[in-house]
T-cell receptor
Framework: DADVTQTPRNRITKTGKRIMLECSQT?????MYWYRQDPGLGLRLIYY???????NKGEISDGYSVSRQAQAKFSLSLESAIPNQTALYFC?????????FGPGTRLTVT | DAKTTQPNSMESNEEEPVHLPCNHS???????IHWYRQLPSQGPEYVIH???SNVNNRMASLAIAEDRKSSTLILHRATLRDAAVYYC???????????FGKGTRLSVIA
């Protein structure tokens, strides 16, 4: 399986701060994704990238930006964090029909 | 996106089979049926997928109705470790990101 790692695993930040969540994978998959999950709900797509030069907005991209620094790295930024961005964030990669998810980053904005 | 309908929750006894239903009456001919599950405090993980024929793997079986408007994920012998949220997802092609609903929360009773 793809080895998808996310840093940090937990983060508490204040309203208005800029924060970056990082995702790395070691399996050479071209496609990478960022999702957020709110309590009791399914995952919602924020951004996705099919290769280093390809970035696409998902369902809920407002307030977020991404950077695909290399095939293996896909970062999610919150330029000015707000409390309703408190959520669990998942990175994923895919090859063929399957997506592989990281362990998640729990972000709290106070 | 074609939508799926799943029960909010189900309960099963340990070591008994579990049948998790999914309705997708608006499925198109090229939509694949994917199942993922999310164990507590983890990212989702792939379970199985299929197009028209029933599918089996080491984790589960997928039974697809002849008209493809519904499908059933079958866990042949539930264990406590199978307690999770199970998501039924329609995916038009391998390049399309997964779109998650709320899924079915499966509880397994010892």
């Amino acid at each position: 399986d793809a080895d998808v790692t996310q840093t940090p695993r937990n983060r508490i930040t204040k309203t208005g701060k800029r924060i970056m969540l990082e995702c790395s994978q070691t399996k050479g998959h071209d496609r990478m994704y960022w999702y957020r999950q709110d309590p009791g709900l399914g995952l919602r797509l924020i951004y996705y990238s099919f290769d280093v030069k390809d970035i696409n907005k998902g369902e809920i991209s407002d307030g977020y930006s991404v950077s695909r620094q290399a095939q293996a790295k896909f970062s999610l930024s919150l330029e000015s964090a707000i409390p309703n961005q408190t959520a669990l964030y998942f990175c994923a990669t895919s090859v063929g029909a399957r997506q592989y998810f990281g362990p998640g980053t729990r972000l709290t904005v106070t | 996106d074609a939508k799926t309908t799943q029960p909010n929750s189900m309960e099963s006894n340990e070591e008994e089979p579990v049948h998790l239903p999914c309705n997708h009456s608006t499925i198109s001919g090229t939509d694949y049926i994917h199942w993922y599950r999310q164990l507590p405090s983890q990212g989702p993980e792939y379970v199985i997928h299929g197009l028209t024929s029933n599918v089996n793997n080491r984790m589960a079986s997928l039974a697809i109705a002849e008209d493809r408007k519904s499908s059933t994920l079958i866990l042949h012998r539930a264990t406590l470790r199978d307690a999770a949220v199970y998501y039924c997802i329609l995916r038009p092609s391998g390049n399309t990101p997964l779109v998650f609903g709320k899924g079915t929360r499966l509880s397994v009773i010892a």
